[in-house]
Antibody, heavy 120, light 108 residues
């Protein structure tokens, strides 16, 4: 069974850093692009960034709101994707979801999310 | 950045009725890299359709997707009670993925 479990969400002060993890099981992690999406309270979905599989260079792409502050990385040996968030702002408060993507199956499986609250 | 505009914002229908949701892209999507999701309160999004018209695993056939270029449609042929939720479209054909703002399907 495919599972994605996010962790690392917390209450942090503005300007601080936080690292989220997305632990995968039930599939060949290295074959998939891994993406992060967030949802602010009562708002819609916002794509944050993704990292391609090593076959496609392991390169990353980011939304404008994340570029320069957020970094997506992966450890295929541990089947974990990470979202490093620096210089956090109050507007980064959201539930953060990870999901996998493959050309043949689309952006299919998602985790249940982890809550990040940025507040003084 | 490709902007996706969903319409209507809210759709008020009764169980058994047909729902038609629209998603319009600001520029043509390459190879129809367009997905539709359903989201219920407190839950993660659930993939319904990818590649504009392919149903994801386990999705009932009352859900169908169509369209190409800049205009895409999600159709729910006969609404079941569990289908009342918020629906999002997403494009993943460019290097910057984006979502529409969502359509809420509510019980009339």
């Amino acid at each position: 069974e495919v599972q994605l479990v996010e962790s690392g969400g917390d209450l942090v002060q503005p300007g601080r850093s936080l690292r989220l993890s997305c632990t995968a099981s039930g599939f060949t992690f290295g074959d998939y692009t891994m993406s992060w999406v967030r949802q602010a309270p009562g708002k819609g979905l916002e794509w944050v960034g993704f990292i391609r599989s090593k076959v496609y260079g392991g390169t990353t792409e980011y939304a404008a709101s994340a570029k320069g502050r957020f970094t997506v990385s992966r450890d295929d040996s541990k089947s974990i994707a990470y979202l490093q968030m620096n210089s956090l702002k109050t507007e980064d408060t959201a539930v953060y979801y990870c999901h996998r993507y493959h050309f043949w199956t689309g952006p299919d499986h998602w985790g249940q999310g982890t809550l990040v609250t940025v507040s003084a | 950045e490709i902007v996706l505009t969903q319409s209507p914002g809210t759709l008020s229908l009764s169980p058994g009725e047909r729902a038609t949701l629209s998603c319009r892209a600001s520029q043509s999507l390459s190879s129809s890299y367009l997905a539709w999701y359903q989201q219920k309160p407190g839950q993660a999004p659930r993939l319904l359709i990818y590649g504009a018209s392919s149903r994801a695993t386990g999705i009932p056939d009352r859900f169908s997707g169509s369209g190409s270029g800049t205009d895409f449609t999600l159709t729910i042929s006969r609404l079941e009670p569990e289908d009342f939720a918020v629906y999002y479209c997403q494009q993943y054909g460019s290097s910057a993925w984006t979502f529409g703002q969502g359509t809420k399907v509510e019980i009339k």
